[in-house]
């Protein structure tokens, strides 16, 4: 039975959940208009089609996605089809424990519509907040995923580490949907080491490549496939990877570039360095027409080849909430039906699909 476009990739969007304001109007959004907004937007995204909706953990201003279970949770009673994972759940100063209950529960809410992405976190006063110091960053990834790992596959855990209290006869409750754990993946967008624990585990490895050339993104794909194969998990072409990317479209270009252009040169992480131009010639950044996106992720492929999942960021830096639900309209309406049946072409065979709990299911039910 040949494959389904859905089956072959999924493409979502995802949200860090910022807070900024209009540069034409100087007003920002209240928490809970922002909060309310990112609703609408997993909503919007289900309606029109796509396949993942995806928010990050911050727990410092301008964001509000400090719980991104409760917000998961909601969404997942407003929704009935669309995957809901995270764009980023720290790893480091979360508790592990904490972890494995919480992503379990939304996963039995969710009837196994849920994964989640593991990261560090790159907001140094957020880790002594939580008792943590950013220098044990990636040991406390290590460390704290290995535990994450054995509470979801193992009835009764007993446990002793660094960085937190051990543990005796300790029974995570629920236990995992099916006995099927969420699937993980690892998002990096510099450290190796990360690469490297998504390949050991083989696990997937999502790269976030919105701010960073090519070669990099090549160069830190590349790792994680070779170390995937050295693992003895498959060939490294079939290592699962998914990469992110932002978007802004018009009708045409010129309307597009010139929306967007504000919003890009007051925005703390894009303004006061590079122009638009360049940095669109330079990171993955697109705006333009649906054609032009259209174009530019297709690029991806040819740069990293085959791959599994593709979120884009289409919210924050203060736009407009109706321009969001547009751009949402565009990527539902004109965009991913192309890039499905492009990608599904030019895709072989031996490509592994994008995990869900339904193909992970059928794995262990073997």
Known sequence: MPRRFH???HFGIFTVGDIAPDPATGRAPTEHERIKRMI????KAEEVGLDVFAMGEHHNPPFVTSSPTTVLGYIVARTSKILLSTSTTLITTNDPVKIAEDYATLQHLADGRVDLMMGRGNTGPVYPWFGKDIRDGISLAVENYALLRRLWREDVVDWQGRFRTPLQSFTSTPRPLDGVP????HGSIRSPEIAEQAAYYGDGFFHNNIFWPKEHTRRMIDLYRTRFEFYGHGPADQAIVGLGGQVYMRRRSQDAI????PFFDNSPVYGHGPSLEETMEQTPLAVGSPQEIIDRTLQFREHFGDYQRQLFNVDGMGLPHQAVLEQIDFLGEEVVPVLR????ALRPSHIPDPPTHESLKAVQDR
């Open 7 to 9: 089956d072959v990739m």
């Open 40 to 43: 609408e937007t997993a909503l």
């Open 182 to 185: 969420p699937f993980v993946w």
């Open 258 to 261: 010139a929306e967007f252009r």
């Open 341 to 344: 049946k492009e990608f599904g």
